[in-house]
């Protein structure tokens, strides 16, 4: 198993920007694909953004496409998502989660990604 930790959520205002970053501790991050999943009060969670194992390749849900960004730096085992221009829509606790297997290219459902953080919290007022 391995432990992610999320760190750089906060309270920002509309048009703002935050960088989430998400650490990975235990067992190989490098051979997984990444994602960013979020959940905002009374619903459920969501998909937001994957990367492929390399960072090659990435895939965004419609919303935050041309605004948000992942990337990822194996040697440092961590994956980050870059969130620009930030609106009251995308107040939500984020997650990061790896995929159960591995040298995969991007996933996008729930059950596809095996470890979980703790989550983030992201508040962008209205």
């Known amino acids: 198993q391995v432990q992610l930790v999320e760190s750089g959520g906060g309270l920002v205002q509309a048009g703002d920007s935050l960088r989430l970053s998400c650490a990975a501790a235990?067992?190989?991050?490098?051979?997984?694909?990444m994602a960013w999943f979020r959940q905002a009060p009374g619903k459920e969670r969501e998909f937001v953004a994957a990367i492929n194992w390399s960072g090659s390749s990435t895939y965004y849900t419609d919303s935050v496409k041309g605004r948000f960004t992942i990337s990822r730096d194996n040697g440092k085992n961590t994956v980050y998502l870059q969130m620009n221009s930030l609106k009251p829509e995308d107040t939500a606790v984020y997650y990061c989660?790896?995929?159960?297997?591995?040298?995969?290219?991007?996933?996008?459902?729930?059950?596809?990604?095996?470890?979980w953080g703790q989550g983030t919290q992201v508040t962008v007022p209205s």
């Open positions: 235990g067992r190989t991050f490098s051979n997984y694909a």
């Open positions: 989660a790896r995929a159960r297997l591995t040298n995969t290219g991007i996933r996008t459902r729930e059950y596809e990604y095996g470890d």
